[in-house]
Each structure stands twice: as structure tokens, then as C-alpha cells.
Antibody, heavy 118, light 106 residues
Framework: EVQLVESGGGLVQPGGSLRLSCTAS????????MHWVRQAPGKGLVWVSR????????SYADSVKGRFTISRDNAKNTLSLQMNSLRAEDTAVYYC???????????WGQGTLVTVSA | SYKLTQPPSVSVSPGQTASITCSGD??????TCWYQQKPGQSPVLVIY???RRPSGIPERFSGSNSGNTATLTIRGTQTMDEGDYYC?????????FGGGTKLTVL
């Protein structure tokens, strides 16, 4: 059974940093692109970042470029998102997702809540 | 940046057909997928590559994509189908979501 389990969310002050992790199981992690998608309270889904299967290429939404860094450890089946210079508008549930064959996400984690507030 | 537009809400009576649209420039040049999200839960993929259903998704869910509009159709809608639905497509190395449509079955 495919499982994606996020951790690392919490309350952080504006300008602070947080590191999210996603532990994958039930599939060959190293074969898949992985993504982070976020959802602000009561709002819609927004793509944040992606990383290719071997970790050599990444891309980011403009809203987080230069502040967030996505990475992966295929030996540990772990995806990470380092978030720096956090802003109130980064407050959201962050989902770890598995990229399927083309453009869709076939599995989602349960999400981890990040709250940026003084 | 590319934009996908969905109606904020759609209402349907139980047993009837619900249609949720997703509009974007030359959308039929891209693959569109759809997610269902129920309150407090993670999204679930219900349609991918415009028309394909993942295993475990009921046959009453179907999709189409023509011109500038993709459509998610739910035939014989059930109360369990209530929730938010999001379309998604890929454009220029970014993954774009529509704003979401709240489906009410009453």
C-alpha cells in the first residue's frame, strides 16, 4: 500500500524557518517525481514545488522561489521542503504528492499544517 | 501565467447528472485531471488524462476535454459525492489548479 506521511509542521513566527518531511512507503520512491502542494485555510489547492526522480532538477512556484528548497533522499525514501523567510501568506496545509505518469498526482499524504504568525 | 477557471458551486439532486466545468486557454492541448476533496480529507484523483478513471473510482465519474473547456460529469449523483472538486493541468513547467467547485447534492 502506498503511503505518504508528512511531518514537521507547526507554528512559526514571520521570517522564521521550518523544514517539512515526507516519508514514503509501499512503492519504489526513486522512480517517481515528487511534489509539494499547499492549501490555505478555506482556500484551494496550489502547487508549490517539484523534484525529479533522482533529485537533479527542481522547480518552484513564483511565490516561494528563493525562499523554499525541495530535496529528497532516495536511500531513506524521504522528501523534504526547507522553508525560509516565512510569511503569513505561507500559512497552509502542505501536502506531499506523488507525480504519476504525466501531470497528475495519484497519491497524497494527509498533510501537515504550517501556521506563520506572531 | 496559465489560469484555470471553475464555477464556485454546483448543485444537483440525488440521482441526477452533475457537470463541473474547467476553462483555460487551449485547454484541449493539455491533459486535464480532476480531484475530489471532502471536508478534512486529502484530495483524491478521480479522473486523469482527460477521460481515464483510476482503479476504485466509480463508473459514474467521467471526463471530457474539448476546445477551452474540460468537464467532469457525475451520472446518478449520490450524497457521498458531495465535496470540492478541482481541475488541474500542466503548463510551462508549472502545475496549475482551478479554484475549485463545491458540489452540493440536495
Amino acid at each position: 500500500e502506498v503511503q505518504l506521511v508528512e511531518s514537521g509542521g507547526g507554528l512559526v513566527q514571520p521570517g522564521g524557518s521550518l523544514r517539512l518531511s515526507c516519508t514514503a512507503s509501499g512503492f519504489t520512491f526513486s522512480r517517481y517525481w515528487m511534489h509539494w502542494v499547499r492549501q490555505a485555510p478555506g482556500k484551494g489547492l496550489v502547487w508549490v514545488s517539484r523534484i525529479n526522480s533522482d533529485g537533479t532538477t527542481t522547480s518552484y512556484a513564483d511565490s516561494v522561489k528563493g525562499r523554499f528548497t525541495i530535496s529528497r533522499d532516495n536511500a531513506k525514501n524521504t522528501l523534504s521542503l526547507q522553508m525560509n523567510s516565512l510569511r503569513a501568506e505561507d500559512t497552509a496545509v502542505y501536502y506531499c504528492t506523488r507525480g504519476a505518469a504525466l501531470t497528475e498526482y495519484d497519491y497524497w499524504g494527509q498533510g501537515t499544517l504550517v501556521t506563520v504568525s506572531a | 501565467s496559465y489560469k484555470l477557471t471553475q464555477p464556485p458551486s454546483v448543485s444537483v439532486s440525488p440521482g441526477q447528472t452533475a457537470s463541473i466545468t474547467c476553462s483555460g486557454d487551449e485547454l484541449d492541448d493539455k491533459y486535464t485531471c480532476w480531484y475530489q476533496q471532502k471536508p478534512g480529507q486529502s484530495p483524491v484523483l478521480v479522473i486523469y488524462q482527460d477521460t481515464r478513471r483510476p482503479s476504485g473510482i466509480p463508473e459514474r465519474f467521467s471526463g471530457s476535454n474539448s476546445g477551452n473547456t474540460a468537464t467532469l460529469t457525475i451520472r446518478g449523483t449520490q450524497t457521498m459525492d458531495e465535496g470540492d472538486y478541482y481541475c488541474q493541468a500542466w503548463d510551462s513547467s508549472t502545475w496549475v489548479f482551478g479554484g475549485g467547485t463545491k458540489l452540493t447534492v440536495l
